[in-house]
């Protein structure tokens, strides 16, 4: 899991909290933490893999490239697949070679290597879920600059910048401070290691805090824009506003469910430390609560990619397409507007139609500058399974191409 007393646990001279919670039952817990970062990793990576249903082109017209949200979801899955990589290797080496654990003391301060793992492999996982709250971050900003200003694909290298920039700076800041002036020999006290815990859970604070009301405009904002567009609000667009702030509520509720565990174990954490006995008695509450909230986070951390890609994109199945030559040569059947719909409506039809409506009057549809009008839906129905009705004709030639393209995000566009 991603908890900065982890590499407080690296100091040979560690403060009595964290050796509290983190020597208590180590087997279970790095066992436990093994099985969800493991189930974590395949079901995230089955999820981001092409699918044989993933079609890539409607009939000889390709697919828009994807916008910069795409590019973000997919880099937030990749941070968490790398983040539960780095649980799983450093929980499977505890596992394995116990003894590792007990060669970090001040007493065996010449063997270093202990350290250096111990060091290493919890700075890989702060760095990846680290940059994982800061991409989550930047998803909140970006669907709301869409809506209010139209930014698109260009934004990405700014994003690129601030979350790897940050997520590495703090975290070489706060180590250096945390193990000043040596990893054999940190320096005691509570103060010199404040500033590490801070670095750590800055950007987790700050997607807790900020992304609920860069969500909540935005979505004020969609109906607004929604509206706005024929003068009314039709069924289908009250719809697409409900599906929109069903998918928000989903990414902060994943978030809010493996990451406050982190929130209430460091704050018991630090009453603990603060204490001049933290065995006696009186505190047998207190422990007992912070050791069933380290083995949450031990549990919920990892679990975050996989819940991720379920609250982004919803189940995408098992159905992989492992064949190389398939991806390029799949393409849609063209659909006929005159085929009778005898099963009931299809949502897939449905789009194609509009698909092609777009099409035949693009240039039609594109403002003075060549972008189109409606990238500022197209980019918040990503993901979502929304069923579309004989009302959607009505709307953008724009938005008909790159709604399809955001209610199918696992098509992968085939230059």
Known sequence: MASPR??????????????????????????????????????????????????????????????????????????????????????SIWLGLPNIIDRISVANSSDVWPEVFCVGSAMWIQLFFSASFWWTFCYAVDVFLVVKTSAGISTIILYHMIT???????????????????????????????????????????????????????????????????GIYTENERRLATEIKIRFFKIMLVFFICWVPNIINESLLFFLEMQADIEDNSLRNIRNAALITWFIMGILNPMQGFLNTLAFHGWTGFDVDFSLQRRRELAWDSVSTSVPNTGGYNPMVGTTLLYQSHVQEAKKGMTGNGQQPSDAISVLSEGNGAVEDTEACNVDNGFAVWKYQYLYPHSRHVE
């Not at 001279?13 to 189930?39: H, K, M, W």
């Not at 860069?214 to 706005?228: N, P, Y």
């Open 6 to 91: 982890l590499e407080t646990f690296c100091c040979p001279n560690r403060d009595a909290a964290t050796e509290f919670v983190v020597t208590f039952q180590p087997v279970l817990f790095g066992a436990l933490s093994i099985g969800s970062a493991t189930l974590s990793l395949l079901f995230s990576i089955i999820q981001i893999l092409p699918k044989r249903k993933g079609y890539r082109r409607l009939g000889q017209y390709p697919l828009p490239k994807p916008a910069s949200s795409s590019r973000i979801l997919f880099i937030i899955s990749i941070c968490d697949i790398l983040g539960c990589t780095g649980i799983i290797v450093r929980s």
């Open 164 to 230: 790897w920039g940050l997520a590495v700076l703090l975290c070489v800041e706060g180590v250096a401070m945390l193990y000043y002036p040596s990893i054999s020999n940190c320096e005691n006290g509570l103060q010199h290691a404040i500033p590490h815990y801070v670095t750590t859970y800055a950007p987790m604070l700050l997607v807790l805090i900020a992304n609920p009301v860069f969500f909540i405009r935005t979505t004020s904002a969609v109906t607004s824009l929604l509206k706005g567009r024929q």
